[in-house]
Nanobody, 118 residues
């Protein structure tokens, strides 16, 4: 089993920054991509960013250029640096750790609230 824990959410004003952390623990040997999703009230959960074990990243268009995802493999931790935050970034942010096995298994964290005031 793999446990995923997020931290770093909070309340900020528009234009400010936050850094979210996500740590996977337990049987992490097969964990490869780790990703962030977010869910705003009344909306579906949406993809934010993903990073491979080797550090390759991809971002949703809505956050490209403002968010940066990095990874410390020794700590099984990823960091989502969020700059120039906008009110529309307000959501619960969830981290997902995925195995590279077949079948693939996904492990989700409990989420961390990010609120951006105008």
């Amino acid at each position: 089993q793999v446990q995923v824990v997020e931290s770093g959410g909070g309340l900020v004003q528009a234009g400010e920054s936050l850094r979210l952390s996500c740590t996977a623990s337990g049987m992490t040997n097969s964990i490869n991509p780790m990703s962030w999703y977010r869910q705003a009230p009344g909306k579906q959960r949406e993809f934010v960013a993903i990073i491979s074990l080797g550090g390759t990243t991809a971002y949703a268009d809505s956050v490209k250029g403002r968010f940066t995802l990095s990874r410390d493999n020794a700590k099984n931790t990823v960091y989502l640096q969020m700059n120039s935050l906008k009110p529309e970034d307000t959501a619960v942010y969830y981290c997902k750790a995925s195995t590279d096995s077949r079948p693939r298994y996904d492990y989700w964290g409990q989420g961390t609230q990010v609120t951006v005031s105008a």
